[in-house]
């Protein structure tokens, strides 16, 4: 993984050599293992490197084919690298490196744009065609890896981080107000190609776009997910079904670790991590009998307080596969100066404090490993949260099946009803809190509506797994780790995607299929788990006590008072009603503080970190 970035000057200018090098600059905690720039009359390109595959210097970008014809800046990993590797070598190419990145060079000259579809792995690249005098720019199906640009005075800009766009002075000082009032009210981030600076863009998942002196061309899908829209499996599928998953799921797993660097695991305690926990420690442990069981090391967020502490959970399967565990405790000592650092490095407000439990594992990851695999994306691949019982209770009897949906019912009540007193209670509090934002609009990505299929569909490629893939990418490239996510190889979300709702909701259990496959795999503690937490903090404990001085100070600054966003008075009166027990904690206030905050750094004081 690494940072890249670059400009293509369409008004025939020569590019601006300082501007690569500041535009680099920023980027050098996503690559501390080298740097390189590329600049030919009117492209340039900028790279830094945290070396994966391949540490020798043949790895360094932006690298060129043979004849210098095609130059690439690249950011991810490509998984089926050796896969292809072989056979382009079986086309007549020839390597000098043995890295990915090379692999792709000679995939576009094989297989010109069609060799997207071909790539297993995350990416965001930048590859230069200096015959045709064409930039063309891609990013992976699930939207992994960012690839942010602008157009400004007939420059074409693209980077990594929003932030190396705005060195070009002009770019970025102004707010987008619509991406900020789509995330104040409804807590919407990463939903569109527009992101919260005016005038910059992202490059939308599974899309690709050619920019060449004439202008940016339109962005082209180069894949498309399908859901299945059956309620039922077949009979008797359901062994069958879950083998084919494990067998998938391992094999994603194994193509993940492929690495030239030490890796190791996140480990929050729940069904998804400890999966990939024993999965990787079943892989270690063929490839190497007699070391396997020492090579595994979990990073995991722990807290004193019990309600919030999955200590329990993280130590049943430290105990059963052996890892090595390394405990992080995120707390109040240093959170605003943390906090500081996590917007600079998220470029963008984010919805809640679970972002930042995930950036104190980070850190503590970067101490001893230099790659992590992490669980992202089963919940929305699976049904994992509570909320989607709601669109699948909706879908049974919209088809007509009055006693399935009654049974689920019955199951949700047995293992969730005290969630849906809460999620009840969380409706009525977060709708009169909306009441706070002046520039509250209607919802432009309602969730858990229709069918569950539906439901699943918005928040995979909208309103919920971009946004964390772009904290995912944000919180460990700000301490130089690679973060991998093997619940996302495309084939494995294909196969998710076409079985049918009762192989991800049954009778009130989640992730039905998973459950399924790692039975006998995982201890029964955690494959039969039903409480949803992941990396939570105590941000409602923290806002009420600890964090309380300085949010005061800042509801009652005069930066936020004149704020056009939010009536202030209105906001200090509901923060006191909580902080005093006269009403619900609700993410509206964390919100509106972090907005507050993003607007210090990057809006009232451009450019300054």
Request: hydrophobic share 35%; proline share 4%; glycine share 8%.
């Amino acid at each position: 993984m690494c940072g890249i970035a670059g400009q293509y000057t369409q008004n025939g200018e020569s590019v601006d050599p300082d501007l690569l090098h500041r535009m680099s600059a920023s980027l050098a905690h996503r690559g501390p293992d080298g740097d390189g720039m590329f600049i030919r009359d009117t492209i340039g390109l900028a790279h830094r490197r945290l070396a994966i595959i391949d540490l020798s210097d043949t790895g360094r970008q932006p690298m060129p084919n043979h004849d210098e014809t095609l130059w690439i800046v690249f950011n991810g990993e490509i998984y089926n690298y050796k896969e292809l590797r072989t056979k382009l070598q079986s086309c007549g190419y020839t390597f000098r490196s043995e890295t990915d990145t090379e692999v792709i060079l000679h995939a576009y000259e094989e297989w010109g744009y069609d060799c997207l579809s071909r790539f297993n792995g995350m990416w965001a690249f930048a590859l230069w065609d200096n015959t045709q005098q064409t930039l063309f720019c891609a990013r992976d199906r699930l939207g992994i890896k960012p690839f942010y640009y602008t157009k400004i005075n007939g420059s074409f800009l693209f980077a990594s981080e929003i932030k190396a766009l705005r060195e070009y002075p002009g770019v970025g000082t102004r707010p987008n107000e619509a991406r900020l009032s789509d995330f104040l009210a409804w807590a919407l981030a990463d939903h569109t190609e527009e992101t919260f600076f005016d005038g910059i863009f992202q490059l939308p998942p599974a899309h690709s776009m050619v920019v060449t002196k004439d202008g940016i061309g339109e962005p082209t899908s180069y894949w498309n997910l399908s859901l299945n829209s059956a309620l039922r499996s077949q009979d008797g599928s359901d062994e069958t079904v879950a083998r084919e998953f494990l067998d998938l799921m391992t094999d994603a797993v194994r193509l993940h670790l492929r690495s030239d660097v030490p890796v190791g695991t996140c480990l929050s305690g729940g069904l998804d991590s400890s999966t990939l926990t024993v999965l990787i420690n079943r892989i270690l442990h063929e490839e190497d009998p007699e070391k396997g069981d020492a090579l595994q090391n979990t990073f995991s967020a722990c807290f004193s307080d019990k309600r919030f502490d999955e200590s329990e959970y993280i130590d049943i399967i430290a105990e059963d596969v052996q890892v090595r565990s390394h405990p992080t405790y995120p707390g109040t000592e240093t959170i605003w100066e943390d906090l500081d650092h996590l917007l600079y490095t998220n470029d963008e407000p984010f919805a809640s404090l679970t972002i930042y439990s995930q950036y104190c594992v980070m850190r503590e990851a970067s101490k001893g490993v230099t790659v992590v695999l992490d669980g992202q994306g089963a919940d929305e691949l699976l049904g994992g949260y509570i909320a989607y019982h709601i669109p699948h209770l909706r879908g049974l009897i919209k088809a007509g099946h009055p006693l399935l949906a009654l049974s689920e019912l019955i199951g949700i009540l047995r293992h969730h009803r005290s969630f849906f007193w809460y999620a009840l209670h969380q409706v009525i509090t977060r709708r009169k809190r909306r009441g706070l934002i002046r520039i509250a609009g209607i919802d432009p990505c309602p969730r858990y509506q229709g069918t569950l299929g539906e439901a699943l569909e918005v928040d995979l490629t909208r309103a919920n797994l971009p946004y964390m893939l772009h904290w995912e990418d944000r919180t460990s490239m700000a301490f130089s780790i690679e973060s991998r996510v093997p619940f996302l190889d495309y084939r494995l979300v294909e196969f998710l995607a076409s079985l049918p709702e009762d192989q991800k909701i049954r009778e009130g259990i989640t992730k039905f299929v998973l459950r399924k496959a790692t039975k006998g795999l995982l201890p029964e503690a955690i494959r039969c788990r039903m409480d949803k937490r992941g990396f939570s903090t105590p941000e409602e404990v923290w806002m009420r006590g600890a964090m309380q001085p300085h949010i005061l100070e800042i509801l009652t600054s005069s930066s936020f008072v004149s704020r056009p966003y939010w009536d202030a008075d209105e906001v200090l009166s509901s923060y006191r009603d909580f902080v005093e027990g006269r009403s619900s904690y609700s993410g509206e206030l964390w919100r509106i503080i972090c907005t507050e905050l993003w607007l210090r750094q990057c809006i009232d004081t451009p450019g300054q970190e």
